[in-house]
C-alpha cells in the first residue's frame, strides 16, 4: 500500500512538493517558537549564577534586573555609595560587586565596576569570566572589553576608546578629553557580557566631572592592581570612587540569609531601596511573558491547520480527476477498502515527510542563522535533539493530518462503491 501510495504521490509530484512545502515551513514555525522559548529562557537564566541579592534603589524588581544584568532599560534613580559601603559590610554578606551604568560606546553599553567583578560574577553553572587577551583593571584609565564589544569596535590591546555619555545607542556627548585604554578581552559567555565595555568606577567619575586628568592619575596606578570591592572604597586617599552606582551584586555567606537580608534592604531607611532574588525575579518575569508566548503557539498553529487544510483542499480537488484511476484499481481487484487505505496512505505520508521537512529546515535555519543571531542578540543557539515537547507537537502534527485525511479516503470510499467499474465523465 506504501509503494502504491509512492508511485500515485510521485505521478502527482507537482501539487505534492507545493503541499509538502506548506506543511514543512508551518512546523518549523511551530517548532521555532518552542525552541526559542527554550533557548531564550535558558540564556537569562545562564547570565547570572552564584549572584544571591541585587540591590539598587527603590523601582520595580523585574526592571532592575533587565537594567543591572541584561542592560536593558535604564535606572531612574542611583543608590548612595554610603549605603552599598553599609550593607555590603553586613557580616552576612560574603562579597559585593558595584555597578554603575548610564554611558555608551557605540550603542555598547558601559559597565562601571571594579575588579571585584572579574572575580565574582559568574554565569551559567557559576562559570568565571576568563580573558582570552590582557588583564583586569591595572589603573583608572583601563578598558575591558567583552568579546562581541571587541569585534564590533575593532579594539585590541593598547587602543584607545571614548566612552560617550547615553545609552541604548543615543549618545549625547563623547568625552573625548578622557581616552580610556583597552588592557583585557574577556571570553565570549554567551550573556550580556560579551557587549559590554568595562571601565573603572572612579574613571566614570573622573569622566563625568571633568576631573583628573591623566598625570593625576598615574601617581595612581599602582593603588589599583587587583582591587576588591572593599579596596576599592577607598581609592584615592580613602575616598569613595563614586558618589553614587546603579546597583550592586551581593553573594552571600549563606543563602537561607537572603530573605531575611532582601527585607532588611527593602526598608532601609536611609534610603529607599530595592532587593531582589535572581531567580525568584525570572521566574515573575516568565509568567509575565508567558501570555505572549501563548500567543505566538496558537499563531503557529494556526499556520500549520493553515498547512493541513491546503493538504485536504488538494486531495478533495484531485478526487474528481482521479475516479478513472480508482476505477483501474477496482477492476484489478481493489476493493473499496483498499481505496481508503490509499488516500489514507498518501495523507500520511505527505505530512510525515512534511513534519520531518520542517525539522530538517529548523536545523538549518539553526545553524546558517546562528552567527547572525548571536551578533544581534546574544543569544547563543545550540543544536541539540528534539526536546519532548517539540517531539509531541511533531506527533501532534501527523495526527491532525491523520483526522483530516480520513475526509478525502471517505469520499474516495464512498465514489468507488457508487461508480463500481463506470466512471461517470
Known sequence: ???????SLLNRRASVLLTVIAIAVSVTLLLAVERVRDQVQSHFANTVSGTDLIIGARTGQTQLLLSSVFHIGSMTNNMSWESFADISSRPEVSWAVPISLGDSVQGLPVVATTNAYFEHFKYADKQPLEFSQGQPFASNEDVVLGADAAEKLSKAIGDDIIIAHGSGGISFSEHDEHPLTVTGVLQR???PVDQAVLVTLHSLEMIHSGGAGHDEEHNHNHEHEHNDAHADEHEHHGEAPAESISAALLGLKAKPLALRLQRQINTYKKEPLTALLPGMTLQELWKTLRVFEQALTAISAMVVLIG???MLTIMLASLRERRREMAVL???GAGPGTIFGLLLSEALLLTVVGAFSGLLLLY???WS??????SQTGLIFTSSWPSISEWWRIVLVIGAGFMLSLIPAWRAYRQSL???LTVKI
Do not use: H, S, W
Not at 500500500?1 to 508511485?7: C, P, Y
Not at 542563522?369 to 548571536?374: D, P, T
Open 1 to 7: 500500500m506504501i509503494r502504491l501510495a509512492l508511485k
Open 189 to 191: 559567555t554567551g550573556t
Open 308 to 310: 493541513l487544510l491546503g
Open 330 to 332: 477496482r477492476a484489478v
Open 364 to 366: 538549518g535555519l539553526q
Open 369 to 374: 542563522l546562528a552567527g547572525v543571531i548571536q
Open 418 to 420: 457508487a461508480d463500481g
